[in-house]
C-alpha cells in the first residue's frame, strides 16, 4: 500500500518555525481523525509527539502542534531548537481493510 | 509504567520464518483499549507498520504482508508474538513491539526495537 506523502526534507534557523505536511486521501487523513506524528532522533526508537490530530501526550512541549485540512495534515514546530533535529513521522488509519500506513518521513535539520 | 521487550533470533535464513517476542511489563495486556502491534524500519529507512492484534485475538495486517504474517497473544504470559513467513533479504530490518490505542491508532509506547538481518 502506498505511504502517505510527506517532504523528505525540511530545515530552519534556531528560534523559527517549520511545518511538515503529512499529505493521505478521503480513506485515511481526509476521513478520520486518527492521525498522529512521532518523532525519531537518529539512532532511537521513535516517540509520539501528537495524536488524534491536534493532541499532544503529556510531557511534549507545546511548541509542537498539529493540523488538519482535507487530506492534509501538518505538523508545526515553533521556537525551533538544536534538539528537535529528526525524522518525523506521520501515521493514520486507513479504512478498506483497517488498517495503519505511515509517512515516508521528514528529516528536520536545524540550520 | 507500561514497558515492552522485543525478543527473538537476529539472524534468520532465506526461506525461513522469522520469529519475535514482545513481553509486556507493568501493565496487563488483556485491557480492551489497547492494540498491540509490530512495526518495522529497513535500515535507513522509514516506519512500516506490519499489524496488529487485540487481547481477544483479532488480528489486523498490512495488506503489503498479510498473506506471511501471523501476529498471536498470550494472555497468560502478558505477551504477543510475530510470524512471517518466507523471509527474504527484504525482510531486514529493526522490529518494534509496541502499544496503540484503541481509538486513535497512536502508538504511545514502544519496545527498544530488535535488528533482524535475513542472511543465509
Known sequence: QSALTQPPSVSGSPGQSVTISCTGTSS??????RVSWYQQPPGTVPKLIIYEVSNRPSGVPDRFSGSKSGSTASLT???????DEANYYCSSYRSGGAYVVFGGGTKLTVL | ?????????GLVKPSQTLSLTCAVSGGSISRGDYY???????????LEW???ILYTGSTYYSPSLKSRVTISVDTSKNQFSLKLGSVTAADT?????????GSSDAFDIWGQGTMVTVSS
Open chain 1, 28 to 33: 485515511d487523513v481526509g476521513g478520520y481523525n
Open chain 2, 93 to 101: 530490518a529493526v522490529y518494534y513491539c509496541s502499544r496503540a490505542e
Open chain 2, 50 to 52: 506490519i499489524g496488529y
Open chain 2, 36 to 46: 498491540w502491534s509490530w512495526i518495522r524500519q529497513h535500515p535507513g529507512k522509514g
Open chain 2, 1 to 9: 509504567q507500561v514497558q515492552l521487550q522485543e525478543s527473538g533470533p
Open chain 1, 77 to 83: 514546530i515553533s521556537g525551533l531548537q538544536a534538539e
